[in-house]
Nanobody, 127 residues
Framework: QVQLVESGGGLVQAGSSLSLSCAAS????????MGWFRQAPGKEREFVAA????????YYTDSVKGRFTISRVNAKNTVYLQMISLKPEDTAVYYC????????????????????WGQGTQVTVSS
């Protein structure tokens, strides 16, 4: 089992940057592939980014490619989401998620493939 706590959300202006962190408990963080998802009011939860257990592979939804960067520091049990050029449509609650199943290709994009979720952190981008 792993427990996840997101932080770093806030209110920013369009075009600005923000970095989110997800701190994980336990001694086996490197056994988990990690993902970021987001959910806006009245919308379905959607995939944002993911990173493999080793950090060698990353995945992004098209709408954030070139703007968001996911990374992890296994020694710190932490995964990060660096966001630049933020847009009002990026406004959402951002959730950190983890899975210790074998993840290949499109599996990284599916909500149902992640067993553990954080409480979420609010990101609001004003125009």
């Amino acid at each position: 089992q792993v427990q996840l706590v997101e932080s770093g959300g806030g209110l920013v202006q369009a075009g600005s940057s923000l970095s989110l962190s997800c701190a994980a408990s336990g001694r086996t963080f490197s056994s988990y592939a990690m993902g970021w998802f987001r959910q806006a009011p009245g919308k379905e939860r959607e995939f944002v980014a993911a990173i493999s257990r080793s950090g060698d592979s990353t995945y992004y939804t098209d709408s954030v490619k070139g703007r968001f960067t996911i990374s992890r520091v296994n020694a710190k049990n932490t995964v990060y989401l660096q966001m630049i050029s933020l847009k009002p449509e990026d406004t959402a609650v951002y959730y950190c998620a983890a899975t210790n199943t074998v993840m290949i290709g499109l599996a990284y994009y599916r909500n149902s493939d992640y067993a553990y979720w954080g409480q979420g952190t609010q990101v609001t981008v004003s125009s």
